[in-house]
């Protein structure tokens, strides 16, 4: 992946700050995540040969994890399978609402969104599960490691309005500023904010490529930043950054999103299809459900499509290549 996002940052004051992020990120495949179905329905199209598999249309939602799931399937589609594939780079509940259109067979990477498959799977019933990716990811509040070591107390939440000082921005309006992501990422931070009497306002850097620049460069030049991260991440192996202890998750701490008060759960990211998709029970769906890797995969080809700048192609290949154990146990 080829990261065109330009995030105008600077310093003031000791503090990194997000000045002004307006740009779009280029996820290879997904260049634009925020259009509707229509603006993206021609996606990037690959044809696989002569099979019987068909058509397929996988939503492409814009993060390099998600991205690395969405390469390798269609990678096995295409080459053994023979599908017809078109990736289309789509934000979280657009891709959903494509489900009932036709328009999107699956969503490989999904974070939870209860709130969606009730609406799509049990309501409207055109979405149904496909069952786990077998990566376990987690969201919270971490901050670069020179900041941890050097205030370990930072890692306690109820510490934080200790440093809210230290992380004031000119966006953050007087308070000090906790960095998410992209506005379509799944996340409470606000309501957090709010409910834990925290000293602070959410700013949003745009993208991951922005939240990874900004972690990157907090650490580099040992400034503060405390900011929305999250697992897998190919980065957390480059830059340990350490998570904030925020109050424990318990079962239905997060029901009503204005009243959040606890941590993210740990989330076993799954796979939806539409209903359609899984009626035919086609080729490509069967390698959708049976799609399972571990949080170790997905960064392999997540950092070759990051960091080493490889094409999402290119690294699924090369994936593909060095694990034909686990790829034939994915094939019909």
Known sequence: MNFVHLSAIARRGGVLRVAAIAAAV????????GATIQE?????????????????????NPWVGYEANAA????????????????????????????????????VENWG??????????DQKTAVEAGPTGNIGQIGWWVPPWLAKEHPDILDWNNLNKYADMFKTSESGGKGQLLDGDPSFVTNDAALVKNLNLNYDVVYAGSEAALITAFRQAEQNKTPLIGYFYAPQWFLSEV???????????DGCDADAEKVACDYPEYKLDK???????????????????FTWTNDDQNVVAKYISEDGMSSEDAA????????????????
């Open 26 to 33: 280029s996820l290879g495949v997904a260049g634009c995540g």
């Open 40 to 60: 993206n329905s021609s996606g990037s199209s690959s044809s696989g040969g002569s099979g019987n598999c068909g058509d397929v249309n996988i939503a492409v």
């Open 72 to 107: 390798v399937i269609a990678e096995v589609a295409k080459t053994q399978l023979g599908c017809n594939v078109t990736l289309k780079n789509l934000k979280e509940e657009v891709a959903w609402q494509g489900f009932g259109t036709g328009e999107v067979d699956a969503v």
């Open 113 to 122: 969104h209860d709130d969606l498959k009730q609406k799509y799977i049990t």
């Open 240 to 250: 340990d950054l350490q998570k904030v202890a925020l109050p424990a998750y318990t």
């Open 272 to 290: 939806i299809v539409s209903a359609d998709f899984a009626k035919e029970d086609g080729p490509a769906y069967k390698l959708i459900k049976n």
């Open 317 to 332: 290949k090369k994936w593909i290549a060095d694990n034909q154990d686990k790829v034939k146990a994915w094939l019909p």
